[in-house]
């Protein structure tokens, strides 16, 4: 699931601490959680759905910052909301500030995510596990023009070992969103972005798992005094995906466009929080279109 948006919604609103922390050589930490559900409108009975679960703790001191989550992840059961995996995939980050001034800045961040699976047969019998992990190496950049405009962005590769023919995935990954900020004013501010994601393998004989998403990314943050709200559009540019590999070489072509709208809310004592709802229409080149729901509560404390 996507995390990112509502966890720099979490963090910036409570961020007056999280950006002193760059200034002084004292520690700053935030604590917090996070609750996302996502299905696919009438696949109930499919279990063709997702929630995922996760908590976080962050500390900052100087140009340093250690980021620490735990996620749940899985295909879910809506009839009797059991779940296929456990709570068993930690992810640890470690980010560097190089540069932070008023003319822009630039970090870099390495890290690692376990994928736990607990696989099931169709009696409800266990049937294995397996355990992918993922390396990840993401440098950021915001360049300020001037007061009104900016350039910024995160381009990341993620590199995937170990049970990969168990877990469908491919062995590569890079994933970017980039683009340009317009403040209009103090309430409005508009955001334009160009998003990338591309699963590929290094090794010419295998085709697992592999996939690719562009769009453009459009959020209209309006602050208004301890409230944001942030409606945005995603809108598809190119998406195929190759999941069902050992089943069928092909590739099927896919064409996604969402509309959300995130709510936060920062109580001015370090404690923050967010809603986030979205609705996607998926058109798919062979099967029938979906429609797609998603759903995000987060709540963030900064000390």
Not at 103 to 121: A, E, L, Q
Not at 153 to 162: H, K, V
Not at 200 to 206: A, E, L, P, V
Not at 243 to 257: F, L, Q
Request: aromatic letters at 18%; hydrophobic letters at 30%; a negative charge.
């Amino acid at each position: 699931m996507r995390k990112l948006l509502q966890c720099t919604v979490l963090i910036a609103c409570a961020g007056t601490a999280y950006v002193q922390a760059a200034d002084d050589n004292t520690w700053h930490y935030n604590i917090g959680a996070m609750y996302e559900i996502e299905n696919v409108e009438g696949q109930a009975d499919d279990k063709d759905g997702l929630y995922e679960p996760s908590v976080y703790f962050n500390a900052s001191y100087g140009a340093w910052t250690v980021a620490l989550t735990m996620y749940q992840e899985g295909p879910a059961d809506y009839t009797n909301f059991t779940r296929g995996t456990y709570f068993n995939r930690p992810e640890m980050d470690i980010r560097y500030q190089f540069i932070d001034n008023e003319t822009g800045s630039f970090g870099f961040t390495s890290g690692i995510r376990n994928y736990g699976y607990h696989f099931k047969n169709d009696d409800g019998s266990n049937n294995g596990t397996a355990n992918t992990q993922r390396y990840k190496f993401q440098p950021d950049w915001n360049i300020n023009f001037n007061n009104a405009w900016s350039f910024s962005g995160w381009l990341a590769y993620y590199r995937f070992d170990n049970d990969l023919d168990k877990t469908g995935y491919s062995d590569s990954r890079v994933e970017t969103e980039t683009g340009v900020t317009w403040k209009i004013n103090e309430t409005f501010t508009l955001r334009t972005n160009y998003y990338l994601e591309r699963g590929f393998n290094t090794d010419s004989d295998k085709n697992n798992g592999e996939f690719s998403t562009q769009e453009m990314r459009i959020y209209l943050p309006i602050a208004l005094g301890n409230t944001t709200l942030t409606p945005y559009t995603r809108l598809g540019l190119d998406r195929w995906t190759n999941w069902d590999w050992s089943d069928d070489i092909d590739r099927e072509d896919h064409n996604y466009n969402r509309l959300g709208m995130l709510y936060a809310y920062d109580f001015q004592n370090g404690l923050t929080m967010t809603l986030e709802y979205a609705y996607e229409w998926e058109n798919h080149n062979e099967g029938a279109d979906d429609t797609f729901h998603y759903a995000g509560i987060g709540v963030n404390y900064a000390f």
